[in-house]
């Protein structure tokens, strides 16, 4: 079934933009830069008198109108909780969404700020308060629309996918789903009683930047209900006793608004093998969008699916097992090397 505005998405032009922000009440000098997002369009527009601003098109068949206002919603009471965060401009009528040829897009004040290359111990500190005050609001009530991160949504399905779709080689599908269905069965070990609520979703540190008033969240579109520790996962150093030592200053910060327990770090690996399967079916659904052959002009060879089934296998092999012993101890068995994002996205240089 064709998704609504999926062509036009696809082919979405400097004009179209343009004339988007100025149906939504902005006068544009014509200024109009493409930003680095894969999954939904992001540009930076220039107003006839001055300023910039920044303009979001949702890929269309990802989130409703109700999701996307979820993630607004959650982001309003962020803000309110003196969090540094970036909310969308309210445009007419207190609305925050508009639509173009069945795109949802919205438009956003644009936050300078850099990259955090590394977290040093200052800052793990504040991240781990901030993060502890979003989980504390995230945790004040339920959503409606927002999708939960469980396995159904990003183990299984995204495994079914591949399967149906054929993308992986005959002779690495055998071997791919019996570490996938190990990796399940370890998540559902440990994510039993574990609380679930709002989270970041995404939060590594692409998604963090440091403006001249400290650091700020950004991107909160895969913002779901999880457990905590995803927030953690690709954002903490993981491997050698300074990643240990690295990790304590984050929880200490984190522990001052908020509790957590050692216990659910045995979390983190599940986490991560489901990361790996739902990474290779996000880029397979949409592989039909010009943009990701360009981006991942390795997706899809023997050698790709090789490395991916190797390294589902070998993540696989190392997760405990639920016993209450194997759980208080699984956690150092598995710190043999630093990790870093480099693990978590295979694309990245």
């Known amino acids: 079934m064709e998704i609504p505005g999926k062509e036009f998405y696809n082919r979405l032009d400097i004009d179209s933009v343009l004339s988007s922000v100025e149906d939504a009440g902005f ?37 409703s109108l109700n999701q996307i206002l979820e993630e607004h919603s959650f982001l309003k009471e962020l803000e309110e909780g003196e969090i540094p965060v970036i909310t969308p401009i ?3 009528n207190g609305n925050t969404i508009r639509e173009t040829k ?10 300078k700020g ?49 399967k149906e779709k054929e993308f992986l080689p005959s002779h690495l599908w055998k071997r791919y789903e019996e570490a996938a269905n190990r990796i399940f069965q370890s998540y559902l070990n440990f994510s039993k009683e574990m609380p679930f609520h709002r989270i970041h979703g995404d939060c590594h540190k692409g998604n ?3 403006t001249s008033n400290g650091l700020c969240f950004i991107d909160f579109d895969d913002f779901v209900t999880g457990p905590a520790v995803q ?12 990643s240990e030592y690295e990790r304590e200053i984050f929880l200490e910060g984190y522990r001052e608004f ?56 070998n993540l696989g092999s190392d997760l405990p097992v639920s016993t209450e012993e194997d759980s208080r101890n699984s956690y150092a068995r598995t710190e043999e090397s630093e990790l870093t994002n480099k693990d978590f996205f295979w694309d990245m240089e």
């Open 27 to 63: 006068s544009v000098s014509g200024h109009c830069l493409a930003l680095n997002s894969l999954e939904n369009r992001v540009y930076d527009v220039g107003l006839e008198e001055g300023g910039r601003l920044v303009v979001k098109f949702y890929r269309p068949g990802r989130w």
């Open 90 to 92: 309210q445009l007419e």
């Open 102 to 111: 069945g795109i949802y897009y919205t438009i956003w004040p644009l936050q």
């Open 114 to 162: 850099r990259l955090v290359e590394e977290l040093d111990e200052q800052n793990l500190a504040q991240i781990g308060r901030l993060l502890a005050r979003i989980h504390n609001i995230g945790s004040s009530k339920a959503t409606n629309h927002r999708i939960e991160y469980n396995l159904k949504n990003f183990g299984k399905e995204p495994l079914r996918f591949l």
């Open 208 to 210: 963090l930047i440091q």
């Open 231 to 242: 927030d953690f996962w690709m954002l903490l150093p993981f491997g050698d006793h300074r």
């Open 258 to 313: 908020r509790e957590f327990k050692s216990s659910w770090f045995d979390l983190v690996e599940p986490l991560r093998g489901l990361r790996y399967i739902h990474y290779s079916a996000w880029i397979a659904k949409r592989w039909e969008d010009p943009s990701f052959p360009n981006a991942f002009p390795h997706f899809g060879t023997e050698e790709y699916w090789e490395k991916e089934t190797r390294d589902l296998e």
